[in-house]
């Protein structure tokens, strides 16, 4: 991928990446204002509720006292009782007294004239008028049992003054009938409005309820999202420079691997593939390494998932081809063979097999003796990598199914891709003899493969044990540590002219580089 593209394409994440952020931001906003304003409405409920109750047990108690003090004769010493009461409690504007529901005084007057029918009797044995005028210039809320009434303000329970001001607006309602709201004006609330209500302990229909309307929602996101906004910006640049910096470093790796190649940092290792009836060397695979000048060795999954996503895995298959076909014509057994791995992205390059089928002829190597793997999940193909592998084959070149049984194939995609060999993938090789559930799939494999006329070889062999049952399965051949690890050319010509049988020992413990 060249670079002007990466550049591209950390710009748009970096995009994409600072608008996630901000989404975010202003979710978190959000949420931090619901809170605090769903806060504020329970503080502002809990306040005139408490008012509210205050409200009723003060006046209980004052009422209980001037009817028990005396004398109650509407003379100048009870009106001035009266009177001292309404002036000292803030929530009373007047206090009547009326014996047999008749009133005969008031703090503010001598008129006479009956109560009308209450409106409710409290759990308290009080009554209450909801909207009482008597003589009075306003409606109130008249509370008592007689023979003294108290005249009471219901506005002091919703005009709550809370530390932070806001377009609040509170209610008071009982038996769904509004007692009180706030200014004595009642305001038309919808879902919008965010509301707490808190219910009275006493009664249970009395409910107080604090309402805000979606501008004050909307202020305080806005404040949320302005004390947020600079942790975001910090988030977005730190999120940038991650982007960036991986994105160099995608480059720096296709740099790389342009700079190994003609540094010749690459080179093949062969694993040999043995024959489980004699042990005798077959074949080998061929796979790449990649040691940098400074010793450090780069695992092949990283780079040749690199390659393969950025459009370089033809350099690197171009470099496998020409090294096996060179090492294959410097092998003094010329019937050895060598298999070497093809990407999806080979297959697609339209004049790839001219250019292998010129390669072994210019070399003098047989096409029988160069053997292409193809893994199992590039086998979703098309029709013209379909054609690619059928012209290769025309050519003499042996196909292979590599990790067979961890991919997407069928036994249609096998009827008709031209293929010789199936390789078993070494996950399914060490479940043998384990008791675990893949232990079974081995074999299943092996005898679709000899229904179909193909061989078989088993890649990840450790064990004698494995090697036996394999063997007992029908797998003609088999790959893996029991017989020997990769190892560079020169190794592995050493290797050829020594003995090789299926009772060498593992030569390490250490887990395999995966194939290339």
């Not at 009180?180 to 009642?186: H, K, Q, T």
């Not at 070149?397 to 390789?423: E, M």
């Not at 060490?430 to 081995?442: D, N, R």
């Not at 003609?476 to 020169?490: C, N």
Request: glycine share 6%.
């Amino acid at each position: 991928m060249c670079k002007k593209k990466l550049l591209w394409q950390g710009i748009l994440i970096s995009i994409l990446a600072c608008v996630v952020v901000a989404l975010f931001t202003a979710w978190l906003a959000r949420k931090q204002a619901e809170e605090e304003l769903r806060s504020y409405l329970q503080d502002i409920t809990e306040q005139a509720m408490l008012r509210s109750d205050r409200a009723y047990i003060e006046s209980g108690l004052l009422l209980s006292e001037l009817d028990k003090s005396g004398p109650n004769d509407c003379g100048d010493a009870h009106r001035q009782r009266l009177s001292e009461v309404t002036f000292d409690e803030l929530f009373v504007r007047n206090v009547l007294y009326a014996p047999n529901g008749i009133v005969q005084c008031s703090a503010s007057s001598h008129r006479t004239y009956p109560l009308p029918l209450r409106d409710q009797k409290t759990i308290m044995g009080r009554s209450l008028w909801f909207e009482f005028k008597g003589d009075f210039p306003k409606r109130s809320i008249l509370y008592g049992a007689g023979p003294h009434y108290a005249v009471m303000n219901s506005q002091y329970w919703v005009d709550i003054l809370p530390v932070k001001k806001r377009s609040l607006y509170i209610e008071a309602v009982l038996n769904q009938r509004v007692l009180a709201s706030s200014n004595d004006v009642r305001i038309k609330t919808n879902t919008a409005w965010l509301s707490k209500s808190r219910a009275s302990q006493n009664n249970p229909n009395y409910i107080i309820t604090a309402y805000l309307p979606p501008q004050e929602l909307q202020r305080a996101w806005r404040e949320y999202f302005k004390d947020f906004l600079p942790l975001s910006i910090v988030i977005c640049m730190l999120l940038i420079g991650i982007i960036f910096w991986l994105n160099q470093r995608r480059y720096t790796m296709g740099y790389e691997i342009i700079e190994g190649l003609k540094e010749s940092e690459f080179q093949l290792h062969y694993q040999p593939i043995v024959s489980l009836a004699d042990g005798k060397v077959k074949s080998a695979e061929a796979l790449l390494r990649w040691q940098r000048q400074d010793g450090s060795i780069v695992s092949p999954d990283i780079f040749i998932t690199y390659a393969e996503d950025n459009g370089q895995i033809g350099k690197l298959t171009q470099f496998v081809l020409e090294q096996a076909v060179s090492d294959l014509s410097r092998l003094s057994d010329q019937m050895m063979t060598v298999s070497v791995n093809l990407a999806g992205a080979d297959l697609a390059t339209p004049d790839f097999a001219e250019k292998l089928i010129t390669l072994c002829a210019g070399h003098k190597i047989s096409a029988q003796r160069l053997k292409l793997e193809i893994t199992e999940r590039s086998l979703v193909l098309g029709q013209n990598e379909i054609e690619v592998i059928t012209r290769l084959r025309q050519a003499g070149h042996i196909i292979l199914i590599d990790d067979f049984g961890t991919g997407y194939s069928s036994l249609s995609y096998l009827h008709n891709l031209p293929v010789d060999i199936l390789k078993i993938d070494k996950s399914f090789v060490q479940a043998l003899g384990s008791g675990a559930a893949t232990h079974h799939v081995a074999l299943h494999i092996v005898q679709m493969a000899k229904a179909l006329g193909l061989s078989v070889v088993a890649e990840g062999i450790e064990t004698i044990e494995q090697a036996k049952i394999l063997k007992e399965m029908g797998v003609e051949y088999g790959q893996g540590w029991l017989y020997a690890k990769a190892m560079p050319f020169e190794t592995f010509g050493q290797f050829l002219r020594g003995p090789t049988t299926a009772s060498i020992k593992p030569l390490s413990s250490d887990s395999l580089p995966e194939n290339v």
